[in-house]
């Protein structure tokens, strides 16, 4: 394992919103940073956190701060302080085990002022100790077993297209079509683009896949001007309908999809089994289309669609490049088995979920793997981040940034490289 720090950004970030609420003078944004490369510290060795409050991009006094650290050794320390714009919070810890320290940090609303919610109110942080010894919990013994199960499953309904209406692209060059493609269970549903007259064997092929949720798949025009991209949604429902479909959906049949712990007692019956092979299908049809070029297969994805695109390349030894953001469900019994800082949103760990844990699909990867993780992403954790890096055996490189969640990136914060 390679490390290298990409880039230290400066100490002042551009302001961004903190609270909307009018009780605040300004835009309040949080700035942190570690003594050290944040990937590099020894067990026992002193974590030092320092951590500024900004108010329209200067450095502000007076700000009530609560601070939490949680780290993967199950310790849990808190602490009180008030802003100070010539000494910024610091914050000692340390970690005697493989995995890492989340330190958060927030501002405690005074009287009559609304708190706001949200982790870019927040700085989120963190630090790691022996990366390379942070491992997952055991496969099943019949992982491959199983899943070669379920590719026969797959290969007795034929691959039919039920749908390939032609819809608008607004490029003359493009040609897009909502697509349908019988699969086991619900179809494979999404939207095709491609440039217009491509010939064959002529262009790479790009599987587009999404986050959590219930909605329609976009077109990928971007992409379709040089590549045949498919962007499908997990569940195979339609493309392009009214709000009032996905919200109907998403408040009965498929509500909580892929959590409830009795349907994910079964790995045949889970929810994320047709998710996987409406993958695997999706695949199967861009390969056999005659513009492929047959050798480059992308597959790309964030959160969610990460998840998706690892199984994607460790089911599919024809993928060639895997790019992910914040992959999710790497090490789904990191919490239950090895008493790590859990994610804030994962399915309740069965023995089940391991047929489907993207960390044990990466050791059947072949492909290029592209990764970007958050030290401070608590539904993707960091300790989880680094099973999944240690299961890859290929070209793999991660870019860890420190400040940065699920859903945020804090300003100008520093951004680290593993690469192997």
């Not at 599919?316 to 895997?322: A, E, G, K, L, W």
């Not at 059947?364 to 990764?371: H, L, N």
Request: proline fraction near 6%.
């Amino acid at each position: 394992m390679r490390r290298s720090l990409l880039t230290l950004k400066a100490a002042v970030p551009l302001a961004v919103c903190f609270w909307c609420a009018a009780a605040w003078a300004g835009d309040i944004s949080f700035y942190g940073v570690t003594d050290k490369d944040p990937l590099s510290y020894a067990p026992g060795e002193t974590m030092t956190f320092t951590v500024s409050v900004l108010e329209d991009g200067q450095k502000v006094s007076g700000k009530n701060l609560a601070w939490t650290r949680r780290g993967d050794d199950g310790k849990t320390e808190t602490g009180q302080a008030v802003s100070d714009a010539e000494q910024p919070l610091v914050i000692r810890t340390s970690l005697d085990v493989p995995g890492f320290v989340w330190i958060r940090v927030s501002v405690v609303p005074g009287e009559g002022e609304k708190p706001q919610r949200g982790d870019k109110h927040d700085f989120n942080g963190g630090a790691g100790v022996l990366l390379d010894e942070i491992k997952g919990a055991e496969e099943p013994a019949d992982f491959d077993e199983y899943w070669a199960h379920q590719k026969a499953r797959l290969a007795t309904v034929p691959m039919t297209v039920t749908k390939m209406e032609e819809v608008p692209s607004g490029d003359n060059s493009v040609l897009c079509y909502d697509l349908r493609v019988e699969c086991l269970g619900m179809p494979v549903s999404g939207y095709l683009c491609l440039p217009k007259d491509a010939p064959e064997k002529s262009l790479p092929a790009h599987l587009i896949v999404l986050g959590y949720g219930v909605r329609s798949a976009k077109k990928p025009l971007r992409e379709g001007k040089s590549e045949i991209a498919l962007e499908i949604n997990a569940h195979g429902i339609d493309n392009g309908r009214e709000p009032a479909y996905y919200e109907n959906l998403r408040d009965t049949a498929l509500k909580g999809y892929g959590f409830p712990a009795k349907s994910n007692a079964d790995p045949e019956l889970s929810y994320w089994n047709g998710v996987a092979l409406r993958v695997i299908r999706a695949l199967e049809y861009l390969k056999s289309l005659p513009q492929w070029d047959g050798n480059t297969l992308i597959v790309s994805g964030r959160s969610q669609g990460g998840f998706q695109s690892l199984l994607a390349g460790g089911l599919d030894s024809d993928v060639t490049h895997v790019k992910v953001w914040v992959p999710w469900m790497c090490d789904i019994s990191g919490r239950a088995l090895n008493s790590r800082v859990g994610s804030k949103f994962m399915p309740p760990w069965t023995d089940a979920l391991g047929y489907f844990d993207s960390a044990n699909h990466a050791k059947r990867i072949k492909a290029d793997v592209e990764i970007s993780s958050g030290l401070g992403d608590y539904v993707c954790p960091p300790s989880g981040q680094m099973v999944l890096f240690n299961n890859l055996s290929t070209s793999v490189k991660m870019t860890f940034s420190q400040g940065h969640t699920h859903g945020y990136t804090m300003p100008k914060g520093a951004d680290y490289i593993l690469e192997k």
